[in-house]
Structures are given as C-alpha cells and as structure tokens.
C-alpha cells in the first residue's frame, strides 16, 4: 500500500499537472523507484524487527502467524533487518545527495531508527508507539513531497509547488489519523497477549471500554475532517463528491458503529480490516484530482 499511494502520488497527482500548472518534480522515473524502494526496504525492515520483539505476545494473540523461530531464525531476522535498513538508508542517502539537498538524509535514518526503538521499547508505552508509528507511515507519504518538490522550487513555481505539497499533506494527515486507530483498535485486540508480556498500551491502562471511546473520538474527528475537506475543496465535483461519500465517508461511519458494539477479538479484527479498506480508498482518491484542480 506504501508504493501504491507513492506511485499514485507521483503519476496521478504531480505527473499530470506539469504542463497545465507548472508542477516541477526532481526524480526522474529511475531515481523515483529508487525512493519507493528505500521507502520499502525501511519498511520491511520495520515489520522484521517489530515480529522478533514480539514473540511473546504473538504466541498469545496471533500463534498461527507466527514467523521467526518458525519459518526464520531470530539471528537470521535481525540479519535480514540490518540488510533491509543499510539498503534502505544507503539508497536514502544516494538520492539526498542526487536532488542536491543532503541533509534530507536525516528523514531515512528517522525512519529507520523510529521504527526499531518503537518495536524494541516504545510499543510498551502508552499512546506513545501508537503515534510513532502513525507518524512514520504519514512520512512515507510527505517524504515524496519533500523529494520531489521542494528541492527544484524557486522564486516561479514556489506557490503550486506548495499548493501540491499541502495536497500530499493532507493526505498524510489522513494516514496518520487511520492508523492511529488502527494502531488502538489492534491493542484492544490484542489485550490479552500485551498484558501478559507486560505491556502498558491504551487498552490495559484505562480499559476496552474507554479505548473503545478514545478510538471512537478519533475516528469521529477524521469523519468531520474528511466531510470538511470534501465540502471546501472538493464541492463542485459530483463524481469526487459521490466517491468520498461512497467509499471513505460512509465505512468510517460504519467503523463509528461498530466501535461502540465491539466486545470481542474478532470484531476488533473486522475493524482492523475495515479500516486498512478506508486507507486504501482514501488514498486511492488521488486519481481523481485531475477532475478537480
């Protein structure tokens, strides 16, 4: 999904405008896989070392899943995580210094080191991981802004290329507030298995049924924004205006519903999943743009 909302970035909403807005972008195609690849490998790298650290819980929570000391062994997962992040830092590396701007470095490495001290103690914390790692999937998002924009911006194109730059904001914003709850609703899900590894997430520590609320006032707060961002941008498109309605704003309705009737694990999965569908159909929107600047 990371790739897909990049690509989508790139060639659905900067690509098109070069001509009629005078949109400027640094990356060439070459260069721009490059960026979607050290995103990945980041990524990936994050998902190897987060299963390791967890073990303990996923024996409870999820034991069918279950991959290292299974499939891998816990030395060869923290070997194949060093590789993904030298790969994805290098890379981060290489094409800071290409569009000339090599401090951008530092936004690789944050990553990098976010989402392993996340895994390794963070996660225990209450609220805290849960946002960390909302705000690494919103820099995957911002970070193609950050490349492609801003290092070729001057005097001329300063005012669209912020204008795209504010679009991809937005859109990181949304994916930082979904995955915020996500993030919650999955320790609900996951209660037991944190609370024996000794865990202090939102749902041990003030309880399922006031995480339940905490997760239904942030999912209430991403409804009002969306309903705002659509009547004051996007009001005059009927087609845009209908597929908000259809496909974003309606499920998280629907999650609003179901979060003050969920009671056991497997409707806090269905939510889960619910929610990944809405990250996808909201970020999948940004095909439509071409209708609407």
Same mark, same amino acid.
């Given at each position: ?7 989508? +970035? ?25 960026? =979607? %690849? ?15 650290? !967890?073990?303990?819980? !996923? ?5 069918? $899943? ?113 995955? %915020?709850?996500?993030?919650?609703? $999955?320790? +609900? ?29 942030? =999912? ?25 309605? +259809?496909?974003? +704003? ?33 970020? %999948? ?6 209708? =609407?600047?």
């Amino acid at each position: 999904m990371i790739a897909l909302v990049q690509y989508l +970035i790139k060639y659905a909403l900067l690509l098109p405008f070069t001509e009629s807005h005078g949109v400027m972008t640094s990356l060439d195609h070459f260069h721009f896989a490059l960026l =979607v %690849l050290s995103t990945m490998c980041i990524a990936a790298g994050g998902y190897v070392i987060n299963d390791i650290y !967890d073990l303990t819980t !996923d024996a409870i929570n999820k034991p069918e $899943k279950i991959i290292i000391n299974r499939q891998i062994s816990e030395k060869n997962g923290f070997t194949i995580f060093m590789v993904l992040n030298i790969i994805g830092v290098v890379l981060g590396f290489y094409l800071a210094n290409h569009v000339g701007k090599s401090a951008l470095f530092v936004v690789f490495f944050a990553a990098s080191a976010l989402l392993y001290i996340y895994a390794s103690a963070l996660k225990q914390m209450l609220l805290v991981g849960n946002i960390v790692v909302s705000v690494v999937i919103a820099l995957s998002i911002l970070t193609i802004g950050i490349f492609e924009l801003f290092p070729i911006m001057n005097a001329n194109n300063k005012s669209v290329q912020i204008l795209f730059f504010n679009i991809i904001r937005d859109y990181a914003i949304f994916a930082f507030a979904i995955n %915020l709850v996500r993030e919650i609703i $999955k320790d +609900i899900e996951d209660i037991d298995g944190d609370h024996k590894a000794g865990m202090n997430t939102l749902p041990i520590a003030i309880g399922r049924e006031r995480a339940n609320k905490v997760a239904f006032i942030v =999912v209430l707060l991403t409804l009002f924004s969306v309903i705002y961002y659509v009547i004051t941008y996007l009001f005059t498109q009927q087609l845009v205006i209908g597929y908000f309605l +259809i496909l974003v +704003i309606a499920p998280l309705i629907y999650v609003c519903i179901k979060i003050f009737n969920a009671e056991h694990k497997g409707q806090y999965n269905h939510i889960s999943q619910i929610l990944k569908l809405i990250m996808l159909t909201g970020m %999948l929107s940004l095909a439509l743009y071409k209708f =609407v600047i």
